[in-house]
């Protein structure tokens, strides 16, 4: 600790601290433009200068000078006044004055700080910057005239994106931020710089003239896409969600947000939205009034054949809870959740190894970790967020990041990443090799661990040499990847899971947690091993048991079941099986044999479509209650609109079907129901619904130590040996279904297509965009074809976004899909 | 005492002598008010649209929310205002909205003759704005 006095009063801080920090932290504003908390100190405005006893003669830059012991500072002066507003001048010369139009007018840095300081002259002439406005991406429109050369955009964009977009070029007046060839902007629009950007040189298009900042309602809650939880603001004008605010005051992504997050808000205000309850009379969907449609439906469910019931993972925890009443209510057990093909797979695998079914740390302990291993390169594409925390501990605090994976991605072309590349669904020998070297090396942690003999047998099918001949990853990496892991002091696991890798998710678990074990890293008392499922709320389904009771059915036995006509009613809530599911034809199979289908959602899905009576629900901007993300935090949903027409939230619609069923809820609002998630699971219990501050509440603990320790032989596969295998998995640009109703994500990737390298593409004679036709597991389906580098000659991969590509009559479940391909 | 009511009297009386009224004739007879006089709202046109820029300023500062502004973005990608309306009946002609205006597009007129019949006639658009003599 350091001392040191600022403005007269004395303070004491960590050695590590800036002068800015100390000042902050006793509540002394200096002025910025250049410094961000999350970023590292620049010093580029000159804003900041203070004055330091010891360093007399000159103004020192507060937000790059280290503290040092017995400094005495003082932030303001005349002369200090005098040089910031030097500053500013020259900052105006060339910067031009378009507050009036510019939609950064009103929380602009520059026009407070000019105000602040009441800089109404300018002492300097100039000319007016005039370069072109990049409008060239349909996501951030950059006006460099407004430029005022901090660095943020740069700085952001490298730090944490990881991506480079940004880079100063030429030199004193005529520097300019640009991009590559000053070609336009094309990455992967996350939007981090327009968050950062103090000024309105970057700026939203999708919220271009919409309203001036402080005409804006501001909503905090939590995205509904992904399982990473980031919490987001709205910015609420006309019953509508104008735009996603920056506030980096909440949660645990300190602002970041990615793409779908950022401009993926727009489905909600979306004019396809279903406003009012449909029923099938006569074979034609009707709207009907919601006493008529929910009639219908509680009739449906007491047809006698039993109700199956199937939901999403983007209910709040709330409504998981009034869904299990329902449930009972209907007299019936056949209950579960899109994860329980994949994420539940996971869990139970983790809790047979760990005796855990959740992530063991939270996602800021990765921040200083100094070795992570992320299983599959899609975790930056699933959960783009927590994989921003993985580039600043690759690029800031220099962690070794191993991933094991299928395919490159964006985590294999960061600094220090080495990338085991198998062939696709061998991860679990990859992971069962890698144990296999730290028990050979005696460098496993092996005390107080069950089953290390069996484990030991059954990983001699798994010697390195035979599991690179099988997997293509080099005996050497292997065996580096096991000696890095084993000497990690804080190292981390990271499994992202969604419904397009239903194969092998429990062995994948419980491999994974094998290798948490051996390698020490569950015993850490930070980080540890990373379980995240796909949606908003897969955590909160599986925590709070939206799975199959007693003799109930799971999601693939209810389909089944209903295929074979003997399921009476499908109750499917929040999801679209028909395009996200695998095994598509089963699905259509199954709504065809239901006598009976319920659809409650947003949209007219191709699900919906085949319903008896569709009910229309609100989306996560519309509704109160919470999500538990994969870290296992817990935070809150605020509603920020009204739903439009008589959609209701499916906290209101459960309620009333339960009057309807001849029960009644347990509680009658969201608020009033948290008390009584208790009941499910006792990691709830005991935690305030009111105490879930803007840091959420994380149930547990920061960390979760393991409550067994017993390792699982597990076994992996052989891998397919053909010309042509198919994978699928989630891009970037989007989350489940529900993005291809948003703007942005569309705008980004418009349609579906199938990905290849360039060797195959050379041999088949495809270019860019051709139609490609995939035969596999009897089906044919034709895809645009994408080249690109990252994938392995041999391997397709297709996102499973789209409705209508039938990719799913191709993808039955498997780690990949045997294919054969024609122009 | 008389003395002092007859006096006093005879200023009343000299008063009513014709030329001596400071009644106006109203409305045979108009008077001009002054240029500073706040009445009917003017949006100055530049060219071929409004000056203005939707900036929002003037709903922002008017106490009596009178003004409705709604930006939209032209085909030269300028801001400007899609929907503009004072509802007069709600004016309390405080010419606040003309001193925010950052690029003088709005401006008070010396026209006080805003009486109607209907409610709706005082709701002036932003064609009626952009008339206003």
Known sequence: MVNLTIDGTQVTVPKSFTIYQAAEQIGIKIPVLCYAKKLLPFGACRVCLVEVEQMKGRLIPSCTTPVTEGMVVTTSSDEILKVRKTVLEFLLVNHVIECPVCDKGGECELQDLTYELEVVTNRFVGEKFDHPTDESNPFIERNMNRCVLCGRCVRVCDEIVSYGSYSFVERGFETKIATAFDRGLDCEFCGQCVSMCPVGALLPRPFKFKARPWQLKHVDSVCGYCGNGCTVTFGVKDNQVQTIRFNDKNGVNDGNLCIRGRFGYSYVNSDQRLTRPLVRKNGELVEADWEEALTAVAEGMNRGKGTGIISGARLSNEEFLLLKEVAAAAGTTNLDHSGGECYKGLTEGVQQVLGLSASTGTFPQVEDADVILSIRSDFYETHPVFGMVVNQAVKRAGAKLLVVSDKKGKFTKLPNAETLLGKPGTEVNILNAICAVLLESGKAVTEGVAGLDELKQSLTDYAPARVAEQTGVSVEAIEAAAEQLAAAEKGAILLGYGLSYTANSRELGIAAANLALLSGLADQDEAGLYVCGEKANSQGAIDLGILPGESGLGVQAMLDAAARGSLGALYIVGEDPLTSFPDGAKVEAALKGAEFVVVQDLFLSPTAQAADVVLPAASFAEKDGTFTNAERRIQRLRAGIKSPGEALTDFAIFASLLEKLGAAASAATPGETFAGLGRLNDAYAGIDLNAIGPQGVVWGGEHLQPKVRNLVPVSGREPLTTRYQLITGSALYHSGTTTTHAKGPLEAVPEPYVELSREDAAELQLAEGDQLRIKGNGAEIRLKAKIGARLPKGVLFAPNHFPGTGLNRLYKGEAAVVVELNK | ?133
């Open chain 2, 1 to 133: 005492m008389i003395k002092e009511f007859i006096q006093g009297l005879s200023i009343t009386f000299k008063h009513l002598l014709p030329g001596h009224s400071t009644t106006v004739q109203y409305p045979k007879v108009k008077l001009q008010p002054s240029d500073r006089f706040r009445g009917l709202h003017r949006l100055v046109p530049s060219h071929d649209r409004a000056k203005c820029v939707a900036c929002y300023l003037c709903p922002t500062v008017c106490p009596a929310k009178c003004i409705t502004v709604e930006s939209a973005e032209n085909e030269k990608g300028e801001k400007y205002p899609r929907v503009y309306q004072i509802d007069l009946l709600r004016c309390i002609f405080c010419g606040y909205c003309v001193e925010a205006c950052p690029v003088e597009a709005i401006e008070m007129t010396g026209n006080y003759e805003l009486a109607n019949y209907h409610r709706d006639d005082f709701v002036f658009d932003k064609q009626r704005l952009l008339n206003t003599k």
